[in-house]
C-alpha cells in the first residue's frame, strides 16, 4: 500500500512538472512576441522623427517665406502713397506699365561723362521678347528708348524736377548691410546713411532690417524690411535732383533676389519735420 502511494506522487509530481514546462514554454513564447512588437514600434518611432525633423525644416522655411512675402506687402502699407513716377531704362514686363506710363511726359536724368542733368525726354516704348513670358514669335515686354548719346540713368514723371544740371555725388551703387554706415558731402552739408538689424553684416539674409538718413542730428526711418531673399538695400544714386541743396537718394529697397523696388527720396517734397519724402516708387520682377 505504501508503495502504490508513493507511485501514486511521482506520478502527480510528473505531471505538475509537465504542466510548468508547457506555461513556460507558452509565456516566453508570448514575451518574444512582444519584444518583436516592440522593435517594430521603435522602427516605426525611428520613421516618425525622421518625418517630424522633415517637416519641421520645411515648416520653418515655410514660415521663412511668408515673413518674406508679408514683408512686401506691410512695408509698403505703412507709408504714404509717392506722388510721382519713377522708370528704370531697361526692358520690364509688358503688364507692370500702366496706359498712363506710355503716354507720361518723361524727365530723364543723364550721365555724361561725370555731369548729371535732368532732360525734358522724348520717350517710346518698344516691344520686345519677353524671355519669361512669351511664346516663340510674342513680344510682350516693353523697352524705353531715348533718342540721345548720353546715358540716361532714369526717368521720372509727375514730379516738379525742371530741365538743369544735377549735382551728383559719385558712389559705386554700394548693398548697404547692416552696422555699415555710408557718409556724403552736399554743400558743405554732411550726411549719414546707417543701417540696422537683428544681425550683423555676416548674415545673408539679417531680420528686421532698417535704414537711416541722419542730417545735424536728425535721424529719420526710410525703410524697414522684416525679412530678405538673398538681396540687400542698394544705393543707386545720391545728389541735389530738384535743386534745393539738400540730398536726394534713389535707393534699391527690394527684399527679393528677382524684384527691383525702385525709392526715390526728394528732400523738396519732405515735411518740417524730415529730411526726405519718398516721392516715387516703382516694384518691377526680374525679366
Known amino acids: 500500500m505504501a508503495y502504490k502511494n508513493i507511485a501514486l506522487i511521482f506520478v502527480a509530481l510528473c505531471f505538475y512538472t509537465s504542466c510548468n514546462d508547457d506555461s513556460l514554454e507558452q509565456r516566453q513564447s508570448e514575451i518574444n512576441a512582444l519584444k518583436s512588437d516592440v522593435q517594430k514600434l521603435e522602427a516605426e518611432l525611428a520613421e516618425l522623427k525622421k518625418s517630424y525633423e522633415f517637416l519641421k525644416s520645411n515648416n520653418e522655411e515655410l514660415t521663412y517665406r511668408l515673413q518674406v512675402a508679408n514683408s512686401m506687402n506691410s512695408k509698403q502699407a505703412v507709408e504714404s502713397a509717392p506722388s510721382g513716377k519713377i522708370l528704370p531704362v ?8 500702366s496706359d498712363d506710363d506710355l503716354i507720361a511726359d518723361w524727365i530723364g536724368l543723364f550721365a ?20 519669361l513670358l512669351d511664346e516663340k514669335g510674342d513680344s510682350t515686354a516693353l523697352l524705353p528708348v531715348i533718342s540721345s ?71 529719420q526711418l526710410l525703410t524697414e524690411v522684416e ?14 535732383l530738384d535743386n534745393d541743396g539738400f540730398l536726394d537718394l534713389i535707393l534699391d529697397t527690394s527684399n527679393h533676389y528677382n524684384v527691383t523696388e525702385l525709392s526715390l527720396y526728394l528732400s523738396s517734397y519732405a515735411s518740417e519735420d524730415k529730411l526726405v519724402a519718398k516721392s ?4 518691377l520682377t526680374g525679366c
Open 90 to 97: 531697361f526692358r520690364v514686363h509688358g503688364n507692370e506699365l
Open 112 to 131: 555724361n561723362g561725370a555731369v548729371n542733368y535732368a532732360l525734358l525726354t522724348d520717350v517710346k516704348f518698344k516691344k520686345v521678347r519677353d524671355p
Open 149 to 219: 548719346e548720353d546715358t540716361c540713368l532714369f526717368l521720372f514723371s509727375g514730379l516738379d524736377l525742371a530741365d538743369k544740371n544735377v549735382v551728383n555725388i559719385p558712389t559705386n551703387r554700394p548693398k548697404i548691410y547692416p552696422e555699415d554706415t555710408l557718409k556724403f558731402y552736399l554743400n558743405d552739408r554732411r550726411y549719414f546713411l546707417l543701417a540696422a538689424s537683428d544681425q550683423s553684416k555676416p548674415s545673408l539674409n539679417p531680420r528686421n532690417y532698417e535704414l537711416y538718413l541722419e542730417f545735424e542730428g536728425k535721424r
Open 227 to 240: 525679412a530678405f531673399d538673398d538681396t540687400m538695400v542698394q544705393l543707386l544714386w545720391a545728389g541735389d
Open 280 to 283: 516715387a516708387i516703382r516694384r
